[in-house]
């Protein structure tokens, strides 16, 4: 079992840069895809980014497309999420999630979650 712990998240102010971590237990995190969601109070948890095992392949919500970028340091078993030009409607819990499906951009796939990390970004 894979466990998930997110890091880096915080208090930005809008157009601000933020670096979120997702640090994994094992070292077969290279074996998964990993992905970021996000989710707010009352709204359904939302696909933000995901990377492929080798991270060879990428993929992104339209809504962070060329501000967001997803990495992957296979040797330190661990994802990033580089979030530059930050919106107030980034604000949300991010989470990272790990699955063995490819291209998965939906939840239900994804067996393993991180306990999220807040991200704020202020007006």
């Known amino acids: 079992q894979v466990q998930l712990v997110e890091s880096g998240g915080g208090l930005v102010q809008a157009g601000g840069s933020l670096r979120l971590s997702c640090a994994a237990s094992e070292r077969t995190l290279s074996t998964y895809t990993v992905a970021w969601f996000r989710q707010t109070p009352g709204k359904e948890r939302e696909f933000v980014a995901a990377?492929?095992?080798?991270?060879?392949?990428?993929y992104y919500a339209d809504s962070v497309k060329g501000r967001f970028t997803i990495s992957r340091d296979n040797a330190k078993n661990t994802v990033y999420l580089q979030m530059n030009s930050l919106k107030p409607e980034d604000t949300a819990v991010y989470y990272c999630?790990?699955?063995?499906?490819?291209?998965?951009?939906?939840?239900?796939?994804?067996?393993?979650w991180g306990q999220g990390t807040q991200v704020t970004v202020s007006s």
């Open positions: 999630a790990a699955t063995f499906s490819p291209r998965a951009v939906t939840t239900s796939p994804y067996r393993y």
């Open positions: 990377i492929s095992e080798s991270g060879g392949s990428t």
